[in-house]
């Protein structure tokens, strides 16, 4: 190759996470970093000049290499690696997402051995995430590849960079605020601009999807409700009322909106804007035999695990102790810093606080379109547990 790619030099001893294959490389493990711009594609070598791997540099950050292949190819080219990457991710959705579902993640960062790129697929809307300046600096390229997408009319770009700066940008097409898709049939509404995430929580399908069959004649509780997606697979189960609660005004008329499209009329269901935390304190018992707790990530940091865990135990010992009695709780944590471990033993610190007998029906997670590489455990984001509280 004509440009020489600069060269990150590990410490002695810590070529093992390289070896395992974990993308992640920390600053501690770091002996001479390169002479190179932010974001730029570098050669991982070990302390005796082994060449171990390639990926993108981000001197600001504690992650300071994410790596994207390994091997000792000293002419890998980084667009060739990632457009193969791209479209192996790309097929493999066309092969795993039902017919009639047009709302799904197309790609999942590591899980896809893409670190720094989610592309969340709205019908014929893309919605990019560039969380590093590696996948910022080719931002013109992967617009470039995406629009070969069959289907594909726009493109925005959301990034949040490694330093937490929020951009936006609308690549290609029509600029769109409220974008239309469906999920296992079911009408919803991403907001693209402005909304959580991508616009809407598309990893949560397959667990709607599931809670649809134990809604039947219940009475639901959706907490945390956002867009009112879980709201929507109740009603079509058969519950026979549901509650939606949002701290948001704004979500809560979301909600309001989307149920409409799906159930016009339906007077089984009410929108409340109100702080969950207090909903759950001031609610009376014996109400709701089915309540769904699914709350944003209460840490996305290490340091504040042990509040977050008093968060989700607070919550969850306040639906366990007034739920009915044979009563159904799916509840959810989104935090990657609690791993599935420490969020059973939350719930069960719950269970024994709130001295109700609970049984255990399903372990949750993400779906197949939010892959997990199994080299990096840390992508297993989203856990979640069905209850049956007696």
Sequence with gaps: MNKKIPELILRPGRERSVLNRHPWIFSGGVARMPKCQEGDWVRVVSSEGQLLAHGHIATKSQIVCRLICWGDDPDVEERIVIQERLRTAIHWRNSCISSDTNGYRLVHAEGDFLPGLIIDRFDSVLVVQLRTAGMMRLSSFLKDELIKVPGVTSILRRGEGEQGNPEMEWLHGEEKSLVPFSEHGFQFLAEVQSGQKTGFFLDQRENRHLLQTYA???????????????????????????????????????????????????????????????????MPEDVYDLIILDPPAFTKHISTVDKASRGYKEINMKALRKIQAGGILFTFSCSQHISADLFRKIIFGAAADAGREVQVLHRLAQPEDHPVSIYHPEGEYLKGLVLRVL
Excluded at 224 to 230: D, E, L, N, V
Excluded at 242 to 267: H, M, R, W, Y
């Design 216 to 282: 039947k004649g219940k009475k639901v509780l959706n907490t945390f409700a956002y867009s009112g997606a879980f709201s929507v697979y109740a009603l079509a189960g058969g519950a026979k009322t549901v509650v939606s609660v949002d701290i948001s005004g704004k979500a809560t008329e979301l909600c309001k909106q989307i149920v409409e499209l799906n159930f016009p009329k339906d007077k089984r269901h009410e929108a409340i804007t109100e702080d969950c935390f207090q909903f759950l304190k001031d």
